[in-house]
T-cell receptor, first 113, second 114 residues
């Protein structure tokens, strides 16, 4: 069964600190893995997309890693800001005609001053 | 570009009522999707469309219908609302052709059925 599991479910950190969010998946056949940021009351917005051959990708203070052998990914946030408070969703795409996406439940991050 | 727009933002329905959630995109994307997001769960695909006149079921299509008469619009119809359809609904669009098959999401419609 295609599944995406994220940990932790929620996380509280102080402004300026770093954090790492985890994602494990069992999706086949694998196409790519994405991380989305979802602010409260808004739609998800893409942060990074990685294909099978990529093992790291950065977008500003966000760095995603992918280990396709162990089927694990992480999202590292550096020097957190209050605006980083959001849910972070790991999404894995299976190959197929309509670009099927399997969504994780997300990690809810709260950055406190 | 406005991107993906959805109306209404919020709606309360009584059991058995019907309504249509509107979705429009101005990016000339051929792919469009409807998802629902329940608390503590990942988004689930309801229906999708690969172009005008072509639609197909996703994971959770029961209780919903869609149509795609134009590239821009992809409305979602609830015929007989049930409490189980209380959720946040997201429309998304994407363009096939590039490696990423990126999807762009609308702001969502929060629906409560009582």
């Amino acid at each position: 069964k295609n599944q995406v599991e994220q940990s932790p479910q929620s996380l509280i950190i102080l402004e300026g600190k770093n954090c790492t969010l985890q994602c494990n998946y069992t999706v086949s056949p694998f196409s790519n893995l994405r991380w989305y940021k979802q602010d409260t009351g808004r739609g998800p917005v893409s942060l990074t997309i990685m294909t099978f051959s990529e093992n790291t990708k950065s977008n500003g203070r966000y760095t995603a890693t992918l280990d396709a052998d162990t089927k694990q990914s992480s999202l590292h946030i550096t020097a957190s800001q209050l605006s980083d408070s959001a849910s972070y969703i790991c999404v894995v795409s299976a190959t197929g005609g309509y670009n099927k996406l399997i969504f994780g439940a997300g990690t809810r991050l709260a950055v406190h001053p | 570009n406005a991107g993906v727009t959805q109306t209404p933002k919020f709606r309360i329905l009584k059991i058995g009522q019907s309504m249509t959630l509107q979705c429009a995109q101005d990016m000339n994307h051929n792919y469009m999707y409807w998802y629902r997001q329940d608390p503590g769960m990942g988004l689930k695909l309801i229906y999708y469309s690969v172009g005008a006149g072509i639609t197909d079921k996703g994971e959770v299509p029961n209780g919903y219908n869609v149509s795609r008469s134009t590239t821009e619009d992809f409305p979602l119809r609830l015929e007989l609302a049930a409490p189980s359809q209380t959720s946040v609904y997201f429309c998304a669009s994407g363009l096939r052709g590039l490696v990423s098959y990126e999807q762009y999401f609308g702001p969502g419609t929060r629906l409560t059925v009582t």
